[in-house]
């Protein structure tokens, strides 16, 4: 994936100056902390998220990621946590 691409990176190795943020990250969910990311559009929330995702998976750690963008209400929350909890990814027996 090229430097500067504007679609999210999905790996540690494609993010530049985040090792911090990665590890607090991870840290808090291996706590069984619940956790929001929120900022300005552009800023890399979704790559830091995508990344620390594949590193709690080869730790072997579940985690969901779910993108709230457009959901409106409990209910459009519900059904996005829902569907997050549905993906091939994460199954109910895991």
Do not use: C
């Amino acid at each position: 994936m090229p430097l500067f691409s504007l679609h999210p990176k999905e790996t540690t190795e494609d993010l530049f100056g985040r090792e911090q943020e990665i590890k607090e990250l991870i840290n808090l969910v291996r706590e069984k902390r619940w956790v929001a990311i929120l900022g300005p559009r552009m800023v890399g929330k979704t790559s830091l998220i995508k990344a620390a995702n594949r590193e709690l998976k080869r730790m072997g750690i579940k985690a969901v990621y779910i993108n709230l963008w457009g959901v409106r209400g409990a209910h459009g929350l519900l059904n996005a946590i829902a569907e997050g909890l549905n993906r091939e990814e994460y199954t109910a027996e895991d």
